[in-house]
T-cell receptor
Framework: KAGVTQTPRYLIKTRGQQVTLSCSPI?????VSWYQQTPGQGLQFLFE???????NKGNFPGRFSGRQFSNSRSEMNVSTLELGDSALYLC???????????????FGEGSRLTVL | DAKTTQPNSMESNEEEPVHLPCNHS???????IHWYRQLPSQGPEYVIH???SNVNNRMASLAIAEDRKSSTLILHRATLRDAAVYYC?????????????FGTGTRLQVTL
């Protein structure tokens, strides 16, 4: 069974640009969560999607947005990039929304974004 | 949101048990305690979780204090493959969604 797939794995952008990251969950998983990981702040929750609806959102500015498609694939977008947005962006999937189960999340390997 | 506190780093010898502590003094009654670990250049990997009772699985054991203000992840016999950053996470079930609060993580070094 294929794991969580994130694309692209690495990318470089300049300040002011925007970026779109993609996440394909494990087959059959309908919940997708996004996280930002930086050396200074560690792992921080961005948002969670289930059935194309955002279920929860972390404390990030409106420049960070996401969506989920009917096939459960998800994308996140960061507009007007800042240097501080350089981070590893991780996606995790689970069969059900996290409000209904307390089991494990399956993480992808992440997309490493560098903003110059 | 409830926070967790972990030591920045710990060391262990191979084949010896490792006890990784986590403090969560502001935990609420419905917060589950999860542990994940992250190997270099990989996403986090689930280890174990629990609510009130101690838990065991093939990877580790989780000991939860009676007042739930702290917990300990126990690796019974550390191997070189266990060298990773270990995160203690609280999962709060709030309404229709849950919020995740990550700890700072403990970097575990395992030596021969």
């Amino acid at each position: 069974k294929a794991g969580v797939t994130q694309t692209p794995r690495y990318l470089i952008k300049t300040r002011g640009q925007q970026v779109t990251l993609s996440c394909s969950p494990i087959s059959g998983h309908r919940s997708v969560s996004w996280y930002q990981q930086t050396p200074g702040q560690g792992l921080q929750f961005l948002f969670e999607y289930f059935s194309e609806t955002q279920r929860n959102k972390g404390n990030f500015p409106g420049r960070f947005s996401g969506r989920q498609f009917s096939n459960s694939r998800s994308e996140m977008n960061v507009s007007t990039l800042e240097l501080g947005d350089s981070a590893l962006y991780l996606c995790a999937s689970s069969p059900e929304p996290s409000s209904l189960r307390t089991g494990e999340l399956f993480f992808g390997e992440g997309s490493r974004l560098t903003v110059l | 949101d409830a926070k967790t506190t972990q030591p920045n780093s710990m060391e262990s010898n191979e084949e010896e048990p490792v006890h990784l502590p986590c403090n969560h003094s502001t935990i609420s009654g419905t917060d589950y305690i999860h542990w994940y670990r992250q190997l270099p250049s990989q996403g986090p990997e689930y280890v174990i979780h629990g609510l009130t009772s101690n838990v065991n699985n093939r990877m580790a054991s989780l000991a939860i204090a009676e007042d739930r203000k702290s917990s300990t992840l126990i690796l019974h016999r550390a191997t070189l493959r266990d060298a990773a950053v270990y995160y203690c996470i609280l999962r709060a079930l709030t309404g229709t969604a849950s919020k995740l609060t990550f700890g700072t993580g403990t970097r575990l070094q395992v030596t021969l």
